[in-house]
């Protein structure tokens, strides 16, 4: 198809939901090592909530434009890429330049203070995209960069999830989801904690073993479920005072990846718990591009289907970001 001489997107003049505009702008040409992207969707987090709001404290060159997972076609290449060609379907990688295990301290973060992808084309470094699954269309691939890696990165990546162990998971959104479905897919047993009844149907037809509500007792629920020895990996992703409480339901040696925080920024937890419990509670920052590319390959082989809770034009940006704060059973997705 003929690309159009200009983009649309979605940008902030100043701080704040009120402020987000649609915008113009020429279309770049890709430079060395750059790929121009076609979008065809974007897939929001509640992290974009907080850039809106105020940028999470950063340094942004306004006007700025939010959004960071994006899944597209290549539509040029400037000289030197090799990675792809014109017609490759990709997805954005969250760190633009943490390749592997070895942190690359000149990392950008996409969406701000890195290129946002809330917009119809979208340039970026061609070592910042992977192959897009070829088992998912692009709004189902969308979800991978920041919510699918995360629970990847904490379970498989870092956590060497095996069969027959149990994971503890909180809440029902994209990490989460994303996290019951890989403990299943490696085996494991996954216990999820939610404050909805009304989603406890849908979780357990996903592959949950059991939910538990999380004004019950659930830690001491989990420890009668694993017989006494507590849960070998918690995705907490509330934080603030609920991670003594997971604390209390991992196992001796545990390991607990700090992920969310819906329950506050800053975490409290018991001396004992953490010490007697011998546990493991290790940060979540996303992951970096080659967990991604495993990623891609383990949902191809396995065909593992990513929960999509609704999906929006461009235009209803703003209705989609109002679903997002309201809490979803799965990602928010906006298609071009």
């Not at 969250?94 to 301290?105: E, L, N, V």
């Not at 149990?166 to 904690?193: D, M, P």
């Amino acid at each position: 198809m003929q690309e159009p001489q200009t983009l649309r997107r979605w940008q902030l003049p100043q701080f704040g939901r009120a402020h987000l505009e649609q915008a113009e702008a020429p279309l770049p040409v890709p430079g060395a090592g750059q790929i121009l992207v076609r979008v065809g969707a974007v897939s929001l987090n509640y992290r974009d909530l907080l850039m809106i709001r105020d940028g999470m404290g950063m340094k942004l060159d306004l006007p700025f434009t939010p959004g960071s997972d994006m899944a597209g076609t290549v539509v040029a290449a400037g000289p030197g890429v090799t990675r792809f060609a014109v017609g490759d379907r990709v997805v954005s990688t969250f760190w633009g330049g943490w390749i592997d295990s070895h942190w690359h301290s000149d990392a950008v973060l996409a969406g701000g203070p890195g290129p946002g992808m809330l917009a119809s084309h979208v340039l970026i470094d061609a070592a910042w995209a992977v192959a897009a699954p070829a088992t998912l269309n692009l709004a189902e691939s969308s979800t991978l960069p920041c919510a699918g890696l995360t629970a990847w990165f904490a379970l498989a990546e870092t956590g060497a999830l095996r069969a027959g162990e149990t994971v503890l998971i909180h809440g029902t959104g994209g990490v989460a989801l994303f996290g019951l479905q890989i403990a299943r897919l490696h085996g494991a047993r996954a216990i999820v904690v939610t404050g909805s009844e009304d989603k406890r149907e849908q979780t357990l037809a996903l592959g949950a073993s059991h939910v538990l509500m999380r004004d019950s007792d659930w830690p001491a629920e989990v420890r009668r479920l694993t017989n006494g020895r507590g849960a070998d990996h918690v995705l907490e992703l509330s934080s603030g005072p609920n991670l003594d409480r997971s604390l209390q339901a991992a196992k001796q040696g545990g390991r607990v990846s700090i992920i969310g925080m819906l329950g506050g920024e800053t975490l409290s937890a018991s001396f004992y718990a953490m010490v007697l419990g011998r546990a493991t509670v290790q940060g979540i920052g996303v992951g970096h591009r080659r967990a991604l590319e495993d990623l891609v390959r383990a949902i191809d082989i396995n065909a593992l289907k990513p929960v999509i809770a609704a999906q929006y034009e461009f235009d209803a940006l703003p209705s989609a970001l109002d679903r997002l704060e309201r809490g979803a059973f799965g990602k928010i997705v906006i298609t071009l």
